[in-house]
């Protein structure tokens, strides 16, 4: 499987010709180029920054063939209308597209703040390879060969990240939303996010365009 990196929260992943976009939010400039080049997009939740719903609706209104799955506070303003194209998933669930296998794990975004509602947030186990967690620390049920990491954001701890790698034990750590921090940000926390320092594995910075083998 490769795996390719767009701004934040966005990845690509393809499997033979199978090509999967997760969380194509309005901080990946390149959005709708991504979503028109895929097979099924899986949002991990609504926050815009993983969810640009105009391209998302765009893309579905010109490619009936598109699958779109997401936790129902996402997907549930196209189910009628769309009924086929997008599916509303949720913890313990399972799907397959063209051939990829891939479980849901989670249920809520990580709090930010106790004034802030907290809302629907899924991870995807994609091929029993590669998890996203969206904005959340949740443990998935299974193995994780490459955890997706988030960087940075306003739920976002470095004690806790390093304690969620630590309970996860991936193989491999690549960093994910990363666009509130700059170039000595990101530097910085693969340092702290290192065998040198608090975890056995160190966080990879894939710059965006870039594709990896996971």
């Given amino acids: 499987m490769r795996l390719t990196k767009h701004a934040h929260a966005c990845v690509v992943l393809t499997e033979d010709d199978t090509r999967i976009a997760v969380d194509p939010g309005t901080f990946t400039p390149d959005a709708a180029q991504v979503v028109a080049g895929v097979a099924a997009v899986l949002i991990t939740h609504e926050h815009f ?95 994780v060969g490459t955890l997706l990491l988030p960087a940075a954001g306003p739920w976002t701890r470095t004690g806790d990240a390093v304690d969620y790698v630590r309970e996860v034990a991936p193989g491999r750590l690549v960093q994910i939303h990363e666009a509130m921090l700059s170039e000595i940000g990101q530097r910085s926390m693969a340092t702290v996010l290192s065998p040198a320092m608090l975890t056995d594995v160190p966080l990879e910075i894939v710059p965006p365009g870039d594709t990896v083998e996971v």
């Fill in 49 to 143: 920054d993983h969810f640009d719903e105009e391209v998302i609706a765009a893309a579905l209104e010109a490619r009936p063939e598109l699958r779109v799955y997401g936790p129902e506070s996402v997907v549930g303003r196209w189910t009628a209308a769309r009924r086929g194209q997008v599916t509303a998933v949720a913890a313990g669930d399972a799907f397959a597209v063209a051939g990829v296998e891939v479980t849901v794990h989670g249920e809520l975004h990580a709090a930010i703040h106790r004034d802030v509602p907290r809302v629907a947030n899924v991870g995807y186990l994609v091929d029993g390879r590669v998890y996203h967690p969206g904005d959340a620390y949740h443990v998935p049920e299974a193995p």
